[in-house]
């Protein structure tokens, strides 16, 4: 066996790990506590499958047969969304558990997984009947007409639905999930700053932007990744979505993305509102230099889009790695910003422990008063472990990394997995089974938190795994990952879309 394969072999066992001290002290639960070895549900009547359908899918790839039939057979016999007893995100329902069933469908073509997706998808597209067309971010599964009411919602929440419906819409034949979602889209392009970026917080009935920060991390990050991805998804039928994501990218180019004085690592600040006009819009804007672990999704985003977007084709995929000559300008600009980005990314894995914290604060370029060492350091107050130290088994990193490996070929990208990987065994794994939250990043020995995200298994593990693995297991220019790393095959569209987005009013 060759060192990869070793390496690809450490990381199922890895999954093994998790899985097996889920199934043995939270089987069908939606979430697991590994320290406490209990379980948790979203709504009084059970798990509704964030675990199992979020993680069977890795599962399938990774060829463990006897892992995936009891995850399928809990499917098949227990798997039920008629629950009231509660509310349920839209969101992360839909890109977890929709998403989820619906890549297992494509991997296996097992209508069981197909029928469950399309009974959750009349259940979840109810959460679009506001007057805005924006959905709601909370919905009754139970009560089909009874979306849950709020006054705001997120950029996330509102524009990272649309590959999963529109997919389902696809193979069920019914254009109202596509509909419900693409609306939503034209709500959002109507709304866009003129820089090509969007404020955070949406006015659910109104369909109108709140005043509120402009960022890539929490509550925008996946708005930003499925524009790219929505082009791509439908054989880039789609040029609105390629139109929107060249103008996002073109405003981060010009607004976010920045680097420190020192060690010239590249980093994504955020614009935060100062003062405002009679109609909510900022009169200006202050620069922040914080970044969240989420960002880091981008760096493979900018990658992928300059050898489809900014290819010369204009969609198909270019050499491994891309020759200039078959890049734009856009796309030359796009493939060293991603490259730039994901080193700047690494290098907050330059800690105690080799895991990167949940936010970093890089240093400003004018700021002639930085106290520390190096170029960026962790928010936190004195005597405790703030929630910015933490690793909490996330994936963006890794997945930029997997894709930087996949559109290079270069080997230094598997390293870097590899030393990730390397510091969640020594500092995440829990000896009598599963994987839990390391408290601080920068403190040794570790302290560990009694959560094991369901992402941990769905995307951390999942893009490590295809790292070491065939390029020819899904390969990237057959089909698109969603934001829970569930992928959706590329299709050639049946509905028709709306063109344009043409005004919502």
């Known amino acids: 066996m060759g060192a990869e394969s070793e390496k690809m072999e450490a990381i ?43 993680a069977i899918d890795t599962m399938y790839l990774m060829g463990l047969r006897t892992e995936y039939e009891a995850a399928r057979y809990w499917i098949e016999t227990e798997l039920s969304f008629n629950h009231s007893s509660s ?56 009560k089909f007409h009874e979306p849950q009411y709020s006054y705001i919602t997120s950029l996330a929440e509102a524009g990272s639905l649309q590959l999963e419906f529109k997919y389902l819409a696809e193979l069920t034949n019914n254009d109202t999930f596509w509909y419900k979602a693409e609306r939503a889209m034209s709500v959002i392009h109507n709304g866009l700053l003129s820089n090509g970026l969007a404020s955070t917080r949406i006015r659910l009935q109104q369909g109108t932007f709140q005043s509120s920060i402009v960022r890539l991390g929490s509550l925008a990050d996946s708005y930003y990744e499925y524009l790219l991805k929505q082009y791509l998804l439908t054989k880039s039928t789609e040029t609105i979505y390629q139109t929107m994501y060249n103008n996002a990218v073109d405003g981060i180019a010009e607004n976010l993305m ?25 009169s200006a804007w202050n620069l922040g230099h914080r970044q969240e672990h989420l960002v880091c999704f981008l760096a493979g985003s900018l990658m992928l889009g300059a050898v489809t977007s900014g290819s010369r084709d204009g969609h198909r995929m ?76 996330r994936p963006e990193i890794v997945e930029s990394v997997f894709i930087a490996w996949r559109l290079t070929g270069d080997s230094r990208y598997r390293d870097w997995a590899w030393n990730i990987f390397s510091s969640i065994q020594k500092h995440a794994r829990i000896p009598t089974g599963g994987y839990g939250i390391v408290a601080d990043v920068d403190q040794v020995p570790v302290k560990l938190l009694d959560k094991q995200e369901t992402f941990f298994m769905s995307e951390t593990l999942k893009y490590l795994y295809l790292t070491f693995c065939d390029t ?12 829970e790393a569930h992928p959706i095959p590329i299709f050639s569209p049946t509905v028709i879309p709306l063109a344009d987005h043409p005004p919502t009013t």
């Open 87 to 142: 509310a349920v995100s839209t969101f992360e329902t839909t890109i977890r558990v929709l998403g989820g069933l619906l890549s297992a469908h494509y991997l296996t073509s097992d209508r069981l997984y197909l029928k469950h997706a399309e009974d959750l998808g009349h259940r979840l597209v109810v959460a679009f009947n506001t007057l805005s067309g924006i959905p709601h971010p909370t919905v009754n599964l139970g």
């Open 12 to 54: 199922v066992a890895a999954f093994k790990h998790a899985w097996n001290a889920y199934v043995r002290d939270a089987m069908g639960c939606d979430e697991y506590r590994p320290i406490s070895r209990t379980g948790e549900n979203f709504t009084a009547e059970g798990g509704i499958g964030y675990t199992i359908v979020d």
């Open 318 to 393: 270019v050499s491994v790695p891309p020759k200039p000559h078959e890049l734009t300008s856009r796309g030359l600009r796009d493939w060293k910003m991603g490259i730039d980005f994901l080193e700047g990314c690494m290098s907050t894995h330059n800690t105690k422990t080799g895991l990167a914290p949940e936010v970093a604060e890089f240093r400003a370029a004018d700021d002639a008063n930085y106290p520390y060492d190096k170029d960026w350091f962790i928010p936190r107050s004195p005597n405790r472990s703030p929630y910015e130290a933490r690793y909490m088994l």
């Open 472 to 483: 020819d297991v899904l390969p990237l220019q057959d089909s698109v990952f969603n934001t």
């Open 258 to 282: 920045q680097q420190t004085p020192e060690e010239h690592l590249t980093y994504m600040a955020e614009l935060n509102p100062q003062g405002y006009f009679l109609n909510s819009t900022p």
